[in-house]
């Protein structure tokens, strides 16, 4: 009982080391932790900021593609064509379907 003497009274505090224990499991062991979620939401901002920027390179290229459309009739017609299998009066239009190749198990 000695040893216990020697221990400061707010060491004994049941209140004191329980709140200590709580914060030190919520620091550095919970699975949401203070350090790995800082390097998870870290993480988690790059890869945003990564996707606006191929968002607005993919809004450029779309609206020249819309320019060309708007002002260019040749890339109008070529559009037509591809996209929704128009074709002129005197055409006839074939299509042909690929064959998927067949996966070996």
Known sequence: MKILQHIPSFLKNKYL???TGFTVWI???????F????????????KLEQSIKYYQQQIATTKEQLQQLKTNPVVLEKYAREKYLMKRDNEDLFRIKEDQPVENH
Not at 27 to 33: E, G, N, Q, S
Not at 35 to 46: P, Q, V
Request: net charge negative; charged share 30%.
């Open 17 to 19: 080391l329980t709140a």
């Open 27 to 33: 620091l550095f062991f919970d699975a949401r932790d």
């Open 35 to 46: 350090i790995t979620s800082h390097f998870r939401e870290r993480n988690e901002l790059l």
